[in-house]
């Protein structure tokens, strides 16, 4: 209830774009792989900082320069969705709806969605 009366937009910098051909959407395909491949890598950035923030050093010891960063085991992010993938959606898929959100001046892809039936 407290989000209610906040605009998804509120500070007027981005805007819904809705392509309306395959055309469109297939000029955007480095942008959405660029996009989904960033979320990933800031998913990972975070996932390894809160890992690392909940790591207590026992008393009187302090973090070394040999002491690895980040959590044991966590892979680095790899691109979720391959601009062939990508690709093939906006080429086989039909119908394709979606929009894409982009920054008001700038005009840069700032997220997507693409979906089929």
């Known amino acids: 209830e407290k989000h209610k009366d906040k605009q998804p937009f509120s500070e007027d910098s981005s805007v819904v774009w809705v392509p309306s051909s395959r055309s469109e959407w297939e000029d955007c395909i480095d942008e959405m ?43 680095p992010p790899s691109p ?16 394709i709806r979606g929009y894409q959100i982009r ?8 997220g997507f969605v693409l979906m089929t039936t």
């Open 80 to 95: 979720p969705l391959s601009r062939d993938y990508i690709r093939d959606r906006i080429d086989i898929d039909d119908p």
């Open 103 to 110: 920054h008001k001046t700038g005009g840069w892809l700032q």
């Open 33 to 75: 792989t660029a996009v989904c491949t960033e979320a990933s890598r800031r998913r990972h950035a975070a996932v390894s900082a809160a890992w690392e923030a909940s790591f207590q050093l026992p008393s009187g010891l302090t973090r070394g320069r040999g002491r690895p960063r980040g959590k044991p085991g966590l892979k």
